[in-house]
Antibody, heavy 118, light 110 residues
Framework: EVLLVESGGGIVQPGGSLRLSCAASGFTFSSYRMHWVRQAPGKGLVWVSRINGDGSSTNYADSVKGRFTISRDNAKNTLYLQMNSLRAEDTAVYYC???????????WGQGTMVTVAS | QSVLTQLPSASGTPGQRVTISCSGSRSSIGSNTVDWYQQLPGTAPKLLIFGNNQRPSGVPDRFSGSKSGTSASLAISGLQSEDEADYYCAAWDDSLNGVVFGGGTKLTVL
């Protein structure tokens, strides 16, 4: 079964840091681009970042550029999102998602909640 | 404010046909294919339509997608109560160099 499982969410103070993980199973992880997408409480989906299969190329939304870093460890089948200088507006459920062949995201994790509050 | 524009709500009665629209720009929908996602309450989004009009295996043929110029549409025929969910369109944007989503349309089955 193809599965993505996020972890690492929690409550953090403004200005703090958090690292999210996304464990992949059931497919050849290194063959796929991976993304992070977030959803603030009661709001819509917002794309955060993407990384190619070998980790050599990354893209970020302007709202997180310079603060967040996406990376992957293909030996561990794991995707990461290092989040620094967190702000209240970063509060959201963070989903990792696999890039599908002809579309954008064919597999999504269950999400992990990040709350930035003092 | 989302880059792709969707009406916030739509509704229909069981058995009816409903259409959800998504408007973008030349750099997004005008240059790339559109996906549609269904999000049931409290769950992760699920791929419904990819490549403008392709259904993943397991998605009923009641769901169909189309694209024209810088706009796209999702049609749901034979509406069922379990179709009550939020629906999002998405596309790559060549100018922003990232994925853009619509704000979502909440579908209510009356």
């Amino acid at each position: 079964e193809v599965l993505l499982v996020e972890s690492g969410g929690g409550i953090v103070q403004p200005g703090g840091s958090l690292r999210l993980s996304c464990a992949a199973s059931g497919f050849t992880f290194s063959s796929y681009r991976m993304h992070w997408v977030r959803q603030a409480p009661g709001k819509g989906l917002v794309w955060v970042s993407r990384i190619n299969g070998d980790g050599s190329s990354t893209n970020y939304a302007d709202s997180v550029k310079g603060r967040f870093t996406i990376s992957r460890d293909n030996a561990k089948n794991t995707l990461y999102l290092q989040m620094n200088s967190l702000r209240a507006e970063d509060t959201a459920v963070y989903y990792c998602a696999r890039k599908s062949g002809a579309g954008l995201f064919d597999i999504w994790g269950q999400g992990t909640m990040v709350t930035v509050a003092s | 404010q989302s880059v792709l524009t969707q009406l916030p709500s739509a509704s229909g009665t069981p058995g009816q046909r409903v259409t959800i629209s998504c408007s973008g720009s030349r750099s997004s929908i005008g240059s790339n294919t559109v996906d549609w996602y269904q999000q049931l309450p409290g769950t992760a989004p699920k791929l419904l339509i990819f490549g403008n009009n392709q259904r993943p295996s397991g998605v009923p043929d009641r769901f169909s997608g189309s694209k024209s110029g810088t706009s796209a549409s999702l049609a749901i025929s034979g509406l069922q109560s379990e179709d009550e969910a939020d629906y999002y369109c998405a596309a790559w944007d060549d100018s922003l160099n990232g994925v853009v989503f619509g704000g979502g349309t909440k579908l209510t089955v009356l």
